[in-house]
């Protein structure tokens, strides 16, 4: 039901407001246990910012959009445990804790994402003349395995520059070309200019993000969305590592395995096991 409010409302909506409808569309089955007060705690934004929100997508107010959402939302063990889940209160850091938070996390990341998006994530990687990538910040080190796995299968990552020099780089995209980008949190000005100029150059686009609102969005022909935490929380890279193995391993599995090459690397390795060790 949000996404078909989101899809209605989502022109008139400022920055804020797409922070706000993107939290709630985050955390749907629980939104009957989130007050306003919960929401400007942690999204940062103001409780008379979220008091004008509601006007802006057809309700009065929250209580509204509640029942709302009540009367059309079936009941189940699934929404009901994660209702009690968000009351729960912090009682501090454990391995048990944190396995609770990944997996929560997990299970968000793949009510999203759907097994349809990681194939065509796949065929875009098999089938493209070129792939890039930009992977800055805290995406980096996913990046740097993501280039490590998919060279061993034939598949090689060329990184765009920050920056002005992104400029350098783009003349050079053209039909036929890939390009991987990843923004948490938020789209930096480059992987922006890279989505804006996509259409133009007729490359392609595969967004890896956080967030599930934004006006950029719409521009990536494909966004595999993964959850990191609540906003002001730590945000762990386990899930964002979770969904590049499964589009690793899946993309073995299209290209055969990579039985051949994992033959003739372990060849090179004998071969000059001297010169350098593993």
Request: aromatic share 8%; hydrophobic share 40%.
């Amino acid at each position: 039901m949000l996404e078909k409010i989101y899809e209605e409302y989502k022109e008139g909506l400022s920055k804020s407001d797409h922070k706000i409808f993107g939290y709630l569309l985050e955390h749907e089955q629980e939104l009957l246990a989130i007050t306003a007060e919960d929401l400007s705690r942690r999204l940062g934004i103001s409780t008379a910012t979220i008091s004008r929100f509601w006007a802006k997508i057809g309700f009065q107010n929250m209580k509204e959009l509640k029942c709302s959402l009540y009367k059309k939302q079936e009941s189940t063990p699934y929404s009901r445990m994660n209702a009690a889940l968000s009351q729960w209160k912090e009682c501090g850091i454990s391995p048990d804790r944190l396995l609770e938070r990944l997996s929560l996390q997990m299970e968000r990341t793949f009510q999203v994402v759907r097994p349809e998006q990681i194939d065509e994530a796949v065929e875009l990687l098999t089938t493209a003349r070129q792939v890039y990538i930009f992977a800055p910040d805290v995406s980096r080190g996913l990046g740097n395995i993501l280039q490590y796995r998919l060279l061993r299968l034939g598949i090689r990552l060329i990184p765009l520059p920050g920056g002005s020099q992104i400029y350098d780089a783009i003349v050079n995209l053209k039909q036929g070309d890939l390009v991987l980008l990843f923004g948490y949190s938020r789209l930096l000005t480059e992987v922006q200019i890279l989505l804006a100029y996509s259409k133009e150059a007729e490359y392609q686009t595969v967004l890896f993000t956080d967030l599930m609102t934004g006006e950029h969005l719409s521009q990536a022909d494909l966004v595999l969305y993964t959850c990191r935490g609540e906003p002001n929380d730590y945000h762990s890279v386990t899930a964002p590592m979770m969904l590049l193995d499964l589009l690793i391993m899946k993309t073995s599995q299209v290209l055969g395995g990579g039985l051949e090459k994992a033959k003739k690397l372990q060849k090179l390795r004998e071969r000059y096991s001297g010169l350098i060790r593993r």
